[in-house]
Nanobody, 125 residues
Framework: QLQLVESGGGLVQPGGSLRLSCAASGFTLHYYGVGWFRQAPGKEREGVSCITRSGGNTYYADSVKGRFTISRDDVKNTAYLHITSLKSEDTAVYYC??????????????????WGQGTQVTVSS
């Protein structure tokens, strides 16, 4: 069974940091790019970052540039999103996802076909 499992979310104060993990099972993550998305209540799902299957290229939404870092460890079959300088507007459920085969990189959720269940990040004092 192909599966992605996110972890690492939680309650953090403004200015704090978290590292989110996306563990893949049932397939080899090495062959795929990975995207991270988030969805706040009442808002559409937003692409925040993606990394190509080689790991050589990374992309970020303007809203998170300089604060979020995407990475991958193909030995562990896991991707990561390190989020820093958190703001209240970063509060959302964060998802990782795998794009369809013909997509090299994208921050458009419609280009992704395998999703995890999400992990909640809440930024509050």
């Amino acid at each position: 069974q192909l599966q992605l499992v996110e972890s690492g979310g939680g309650l953090v104060q403004p200015g704090g940091s978290l590292r989110l993990s996306c563990a893949a099972s049932g397939f080899t993550l090495h062959y795929y790019g990975v995207g991270w998305f988030r969805q706040a209540p009442g808002k559409e799902r937003e692409g925040v970052s993606c990394i190509t299957r080689s790991g050589g290229n990374t992309y970020y939404a303007d809203s998170v540039k300089g604060r979020f870092t995407i990475s991958r460890d193909d030995v562990k079959n896991t991707a990561y999103l390190h989020i820093t300088s958190l703001k209240s507007e970063d509060t959302a459920v964060y998802y990782c996802a795998i794009p369809t085969d013909d997509i090299t990189w994208s921050l458009d959720a419609s280009d992704y076909h395998l999703w995890g269940q999400g992990t909640q990040v809440t930024v509050s004092s």
